[in-house]
């Protein structure tokens, strides 16, 4: 069986201000500046990946939560042990399946794989979908924080702060790859792989359903990335050439 790669490309367009930070590096003498690779400036992979993540788990909710269809509830990829009584209180609302992520491995098996750790992974499962970093040839610009001191009304002292940040209208670029196939292992993508792949048994999801409903379509209803939304920054716009 060849290893069959269909790539997407995906252009992320920024709608006001917009940041996804790193660490700093006390060489460079930038304070909080946003995150690069080879001296681009990129959207991580990792980042991407949990935005599209988010946008399958809040699909899958409001689609099938009132089907009470335990093989389209997504999980909560952590687990169970390390699950907040935040999260746990979406799973007694029926929100997300009990007890952590999915797993396939020789001491236990999830009862069924659901389709977000089928797209994008789960413990012991590889995925089908490879999420891209996005790069852009625009530079990032620097800009200030302050705290006022409420008594005097006047920038309290030593809270200016220097944070980069990139700019409205930039544009990011990078290709995403769904694997059709895996050389190594009798798995076609949109095809059960194993007795756990429950959701995919019933003929409902062709591979071209899957591809448009959960992966390109929940790309683009991606709308808020990056930090600093409390200062007016995230919003983006992401487009997907479906040819």
Known sequence: MSNVVKRFKVTLTTLEPFRIGALQNVLSGVNNPVATVGGKVVVQGSTLKGALRSEIERYLIEEYQSENNNNMMPCIPSSVRTLSLEEQGLIKKKLYR????????????????CPACYLLGAQGLPGFVRVPCLYTDATAEDLYSVRVDRATGVVAESTNREYQIMAKDTVFEGNLEIALAYPTR???FGEPRCENDEWLKSGEWTRGKIIKELILDRLEAITMMGGFKSKGCGKVEIKVDHS
Request: hydrophobic share 25%.
């Open 98 to 113: 009990e007890n952590g992520g999915c797993v396939y491995s020789m001491r236990r098996k999830s009862e069924s794989i």
């Open 186 to 188: 009798d798995w076609i």
